[in-house]
């Protein structure tokens, strides 16, 4: 791959010996794209996602969730269709044994090509409180999942802004902490109903596709809060080791690398757990964008996960790991000419 050096070469010799060289993005185009996204402009996301100390996102068993539940999912739902047209968002309500009162939030962009396939972006939007005392008073799930959440929202702006070959479809899942028949309950109940397989009759659901148009899932769920020891590292997770899996996951790092600054992503595996998985499990390249550090982080699953917490999350980490994870979606999808 070939790299424009800013320095002249004179000056980069004698500099070399002190500092590395800095070399510019392969696409300059690319690179312009991921930096709408700013620091205000994903922080500015979160008020409006319930993510306050005292928020409560957790699904209940009940025949309607928590006021802050259907709020976050409305406001996902209006800033989608400020971005992608009301006509291409839809709410794909459900319910599950006594879990009532459920949705996906789904929006389209539909792309140049029809050949060229989707690539689905997703974050789920319900919140947890492992604490057995704290059941039913708090659950703002700031880092889990409004940071991913705020990506989200994020990369539909812009790429609602520009002209894309492949359609992307944006998903805000419902129901996700919890498994069901070993996957998360809202995105899977996405695919089963919405996915159709080439041996079925044509669904005549809202948004149809079909399993081999997928290109892969992006999945963004807590990516805010990296771990001291693995300072400035996003954890990328996968769930099959098959080749193919392989080879989408080292082209998402070596992209995402390339564009990013002050932060990089490395391979941490396999891991069957969050939406991804769904599609994963079902031979479809998809990725997991995990911080490094929620095994250790002290708020997970608390009513301190919150943003008024100033532990809580790093929003420069999380807004640059929303621009790499953007890089990649873009060398997919941009127009050829570019």
């Not at 620091?39 to 319930?50: E, G, N, Q, W």
């Not at 009759?201 to 693995?230: H, Q, S, Y």
């Not at 991804?276 to 699953?301: K, Q």
Request: hydrophobic share 40%; charged share 20%; aromatic share 10%.
């Amino acid at each position: 791959m070939k790299y424009t050096i800013k320095i002249h070469s004179i000056l980069a010799i004698a500099l070399s010996l002190f500092w590395p060289l800095v070399a510019q993005p392969a696409n300059p185009v690319i690179d312009s794209l991921i930096h709408l996204i700013t620091y205000d402009s994903y922080v500015a996301h979160f008020d409006s996602l319930r993510t306050n100390n005292g928020h409560f996102r957790k699904v209940i068993e009940a025949e309607v969730q928590s006021a802050d539940h259907d709020a976050c999912r409305d406001y996902i739902f209006r800033s989608m269709q400020h971005v992608l047209g009301a006509e291409n968002v839809s709410l794909h309500k459900f319910e599950t044994g006594n879990y009532k009162g459920l949705a996906n939030v789904i929006g389209i962009k539909k792309g140049s090509s029809p050949d060229c396939g989707f690539i689905i972006i997703s974050a789920h939007y319900d919140s947890n409180n492992s604490n057995e005392t704290q059941l039913t008073n708090c659950a703002p799930g700031a880092n889990d999942n409004g940071t991913g959440l705020a990506a989200l929202l994020e990369i539909a702006r812009v790429l609602s802004e520009i002209e894309t070959e492949c359609s992307v479809i944006f998903a805000a899942w419902d129901f996700e902490e919890q498994m069901m028949y070993g996957f998360p309950v809202g995105s899977n109940h996405w695919f089963s109903h919405f996915v159709r397989n080439s041996k079925k009759k044509k669904a005549d659901e809202v948004f149809p596709i079909k399993r081999k148009e997928i290109i892969a899932n992006i999945n963004f769920d807590m990516i805010g809060n990296p771990m001291e020891t693995l300072d400035g590292k996003l954890v990328l997770w996968a769930c099959l080791g098959n080749r193919s899996h392989k080879k989408f996951i080292d082209s998402y790092i070596t992209i995402f690398n390339e564009y990013t600054q002050g932060i990089s992503a490395i391979n941490g595996g396999m891991i069957p757990y969050s939406d991804h998985y769904t599609f994963a499990a079902r031979r479809i390249p998809a990725v997991e964008n995990l911080e490094s550090g929620f095994s250790d982080d002290p708020y997970y699953h608390t009513c301190n996960d919150n943003i008024e917490n100033e532990k809580n999350i790093n929003f420069s980490f999380a807004t640059e790991v929303t621009r790499g994870g953007l890089a990649y979606i873009l060398s997919q999808c941009l127009l050829k000419n570019d």
